[in-house]
């Protein structure tokens, strides 16, 4: 139970909560401290000023009661000796303020004169005090712990009509109805903040369990994604808030990675299928060469026609494995990537010296269009030959015997080559997958050699002409041909500078 208890508390919804509700006490502790003060200050004035009334009052009955003028204003105060004066006015206010005020009344040597009630043991102020009564001001209210408690004392200045301070009355009330009223504001301060405490934890405790709902949800939803279920989504209606953009990126990256690993997951097939279709590629040369040797083995290099045969049969069997393994190492350094050697040339007459040497196979007609203006190109020559020869490997071994038509142009700002052939053409199914590597269609356009797809020879074409900044597509349709366009970058005509 207690470590239930401890983990929640230490959650965000708890800490959140209380960090809330602290930050609330702080606030009502420091408003209840400033109306305490305020109230304490409001009270001791309301008090002091009611003082001042009795006193005002008691002046005016002496003053009538004498009938020889204002004692507290006029002469006579001062003429009259201190302890008489002293117990008139002493006697006047104690009566004047229903007996709950004690009086003491200083002459002008800061002597007692009189005190009302004779018995009480009443606060005196200090010296310093009496002193600044006596130059005409009233003093500041001050609070004196006494025998009866705490008594809020003020002296008044009893002064003649010219000016002249004759003595001090001193005035005193117990502190104990303020402090009753302060006691009483006190506790219903405690008792509300309690209660607004309590209330504001309930609720701050619903809005951030609302609020931090998504991220709840977040967090299963991250469980599903590290549990394997990559489509897990937040699912969230969207929010304009910072919880509401955290979600929407959560849900993007997850989208993110489930097409990551899509694509790896295509790459790992693609990997495999192409490491099962080179390794069959290569075991029909390798299988037809070991049946030859076993044949030579078991006598027949006695034979010399059946030897050349054998041998012949070999070496074309050789040459076809040492063609599959440079296509696999050229696709290799496609694959990673490395930057082709480039340089500037004219792409006419190195495309025409490529179809002068040709390919084993090349039809007897081969037509050529070739641009009429040069078409310079930057570009690694070797891969363009590459590219070429391919092609026109292709087209011999895919479309045997069939014409070809060789046209080079401008294509918007690009080299282009085109080569076409009147071959059977690709079947429509077959036409989007030409450029994978070792595409196995439904319909293949040769099998004669040992191979049941498409090869490498477009894939290696493709690949060539991305890395050198261009790009290749193929037209074609059953009985209609084949046409192989490739586009290469032209180079940048060199700057005239004029004198």
């Known amino acids: 139970m207690f470590g239930r208890a401890a983990r929640a508390l230490r959650s965000l919804r708890w800490r959140l909560t209380l960090t809330f509700a602290a930050l609330l006490a702080v606030l009502l502790a420091a408003l209840g401290t400033y109306q305490y003060v305020t109230l304490r200050q409001s009270l001791i004035d309301n008090r002091v000023a009611a003082l001042q009334d009795d006193y005002d009052s008691a002046r005016v009955i002496v003053s009538r009661v004498t009938r020889a003028g204002p004692v507290i204003r006029g002469r006579v105060f001062c003429n009259l000796d201190p302890q008489l004066a002293g117990r008139v006015v002493a ?23 009189a005190q009302a009630p004779a018995s009480a043991d009443v606060p005196r102020l200090d010296s310093s005090t009496l002193q600044q009564v006596l ?37 005193s009330t117990a502190m104990s109805p303020i402090n009753a009223v302060l006691g009483e504001d006190v506790a219903l301060l405690t008792a509300g903040s309690g ?11 619903l809005f951030t369990g609302r609020a931090l709902r998504p991220l709840r949800r977040l967090t299963h939803t991250a469980e599903e994604l590290a549990a394997g ?24 990256m997850a989208d993110r990675i489930e097409e990551s ?4 997951q295509e790459s790992e097939a693609q990997v495999r299928r192409f490491i099962a279709d080179a390794s069959h590629e290569l075991r029909t040369p ?6 030859y040797i076993d044949v030579l083995r078991r006598g027949a290099a006695r034979d010399p026609e059946a030897l050349d045969a054998a041998l012949d049969v070999m070496g074309r069997e050789a040459d076809r494995m040492r063609l599959l393994v ?10 990673a990537r490395r930057e082709p050697a480039s340089e500037v040339f004219e792409m006419n007459a190195e495309v025409s010296r490529l179809l002068d040497e040709g390919v084993p196979g090349m039809p007897p007609t081969v037509e050529r269009q070739i641009a009429a203006g040069p078409l310079t190109v930057r570009a690694d020559r070797e891969a363009l030959a590459t590219m070429v020869r391919n092609v026109m490997v292709n087209a011999c071994k895919y479309a045997p015997g069939a014409a070809q038509r060789w046209t080079t142009s401008v294509d918007g700002g690009r080299a282009r080559i085109d080569a076409h052939d009147d071959g059977p053409g690709i079947p429509a199914a077959d036409l989007p997958h030409v450029f994978e590597r070792f595409y196995r269609g439904e319909k293949t356009r040769a099998r004669e050699e040992g191979g049941s797809g498409l090869g490498l020879g477009l894939a290696i074409v493709q690949g060539l002409a991305r890395s050198l900044g261009g790009e290749t597509a193929v037209s074609s349709g059953d009985g209609a041909g084949t046409t192989v366009t490739m586009w290469l970058p032209l180079a940048a005509a060199p700057s005239v500078i004029r004198d």
């Open 195 to 205: 209660i607004a405490l309590a209330v504001a934890l309930v609720i701050g405790l």
């Open 91 to 113: 006697s006047t206010v104690s009566q004047v303020s229903g007996h709950t005020v004690s009086v003491v009344v200083y002459g002008s040597k800061l002597l007692v004169a």
């Open 261 to 264: 690993f899509a694509r790896q």
């Open 229 to 252: 279920d990559l489509r897990a989504r937040t699912r969230l209606v969207p929010r304009a808030d910072e919880v509401g953009a955290l979600t929407e990126s959560f849900d993007h």
């Open 326 to 335: 440079l296509d696999l190492l050229t696709l290799a350094r496609i694959d």
């Open 286 to 291: 390798l299988t037809s060469l070991k049946g």
């Open 135 to 171: 130059t005409g001001t009233r003093s500041s209210p001050q609070v004196v712990n006494g025998a009866n408690g705490d008594q809020l004392v003020v002296g008044f200045p009893v002064s003649t009509s010219a000016g002249r301070v004759c003595g001090i009355a001193q005035l």
